[in-house]
């Protein structure tokens, strides 16, 4: 009989944590901001949840945080490597980049704003377009980035995924398995 009743209860749960959030994405003028909604979770709980995130997230937490407005935002600057790809010739090429998270808090929600910012090569060197150069005049993605852009859409939707799991409690299997 316990195990009837603890079926439902594991399902029910799963499907509280499951929640699909809204995925960013990449647009010819920017990335969309996202709102996520978590009802039960007060703005202040979300700010030092938010502040504790960057702390366990980013190997240099001092240097990303560059604003931080109690209770209400937080903004970050960060790195990343392989941040997205294209093919060129029948190579695949990967580069890096800088960007910017803005995430404000209010009760029950949050919103995510995630900045685009200069491409590198793995050598360093600047790529000299930007993401609006994946794009044609008509908003269309050129059939050259046609792998960029949703590379680049997975690496955002990364950061976003764990900012989102690290509020709600969920833990990584690297958490979990030391």
């Not at 790529?127 to 980035?145: D, I, Q, R």
């Amino acid at each position: 009989m316990k195990k009837l009743l603890f079926l439902p209860l594991v399902f029910f749960s799963c499907l509280c944590f499951a929640q699909d959030i809204p995925k960013l994405k990449l647009t010819p003028t920017g990335v969309e901001a996202i709102v996520v909604n978590v009802d039960t979770l007060k703005a202040d709980y979300l700010y030092k949840k938010a502040i504790n995130w960057v702390q366990e997230s980013y190997k240099n937490p001092d240097k990303v945080l560059k604003a931080k407005i109690e209770n209400e935002k937080i903004r970050i600057e960060g790195f990343a490597t392989n941040a997205w790809w294209y093919k060129t010739l029948g190579m695949k090429m990967n580069y890096n980049m800088d960007y910017s998270i803005e995430v404000s808090f209010k009760d029950g929600k949050y919103r995510f704003e995630f900045i685009v910012g200069q491409f590198y090569t793995d050598g360093g060197q600047k790529f000299l377009a930007n993401y609006s150069s994946f794009f044609k005049s008509s908003g269309e993605v050129k059939g050259v980035y046609s792998e960029a852009v949703p590379s680049l859409e997975e690496t955002m939707n990364n950061l976003s995924l764990s900012f989102y799991n690290y509020i709600n409690g969920v833990k990584s299997k690297k958490d979990s398995n030391w």
